[in-house]
């Protein structure tokens, strides 16, 4: 089966500019997260979506950082306006809703200069 | 709320030789317990995992026991290769609910050396 996809694989934005992640889920899988990764550190769950509906954003900081996910299936999440501290790797994980084994994507590294 | 606690790294080993990364948890009930590893440059991927207590996961010749009497979930392998070299995530997923909700640790990273 084909992995989770996400896009760009890289990107550098100076602060206060805005920024945006695609991800595209394994097909078939309901649920879906968009986890931080700063260097050093465990990822760090930023939204988790069942279908197109969020179940947990309690650690989205919804001032500057938005997700959707229209139809339940891609995802998109934006950072508007970047801070220094937003530099990390941005990643996308797929799941069957009842299962605890995540699938995840490459990844996206911003940095924010 | 639930965490995961790791053994802080790096962890620097020669070919061969034998690897224990210790992971402890905290949380309420009996929570599913995965391994997961992230090799330079990619996501993380699924290493082993184990849903209730006593029960061994194993993978590629790494393994892991649920231990509900001392909340462990120890990953070992007997002969690292340089292969393994990677960041290795514990990581928790309660039972309770129909969404699965998992909290990672802050990984050991792994360096074997030939």
Not at chain 1, 94 to 104: A, K, V
Not at chain 2, 93 to 101: A, D, I, N
Request: net charge neutral; aromatic share 12%; proline share 5%.
């Amino acid at each position: 089966e084909a992995g989770v996809a996400q896009s760009p694989r890289y990107k550098i934005i100076e602060k206060r500019q805005s920024v945006a992640f695609w991800c595209n889920p394994i097909s078939g899988h309901a649920t879906l997260y968009w986890y931080q990764q700063i260097l050093g550190q465990g990822p760090k769950l930023l939204i988790q979506f069942q279908n197109n509906g969020v179940v947990d954003d309690s650690q989205l900081p919804k001032d500057r950082f938005s997700a959707e996910r229209l139809k339940g299936v891609d995802s998109t999440l934006k950072i508007q306006p970047a801070k220094l501290e937003d530099s990390a790797v941005y990643l996308c994980a797929s799941s069957y809703p009842d299962r605890g084994t995540l699938h995840f994507g490459n990844g996206t590294r911003l940095t924010v200069t | 709320g639930d965490s995961v606690t790791q053994m802080e790294g790096p962890v620097t080993l020669s070919e061969e030789a034998f690897l224990t990364i210790n992971c402890t948890y905290t949380a309420t009930g009996y929570p599913s317990l995965f391994w997961y590893v992230q090799y330079p440059g990619e996501g993380l991927q699924l290493l082993l995992k184990a849903t209730k207590a006593d029960d061994k996961g194993s993978n590629k010749g790494f393994e892991a026991t649920y231990r509900k009497e001392t909340t462990s979930f120890h990953l070992e392998k007997g002969s690292v290769q340089v292969s393994d070299s990677a960041v290795y995530f514990c990581a928790l997923s309660p039972r309770s609910g129909g969404y699965q909700k998992v909290t990672f640790g802050t990984g050991t990273k792994l360096q074997v050396i030939p």
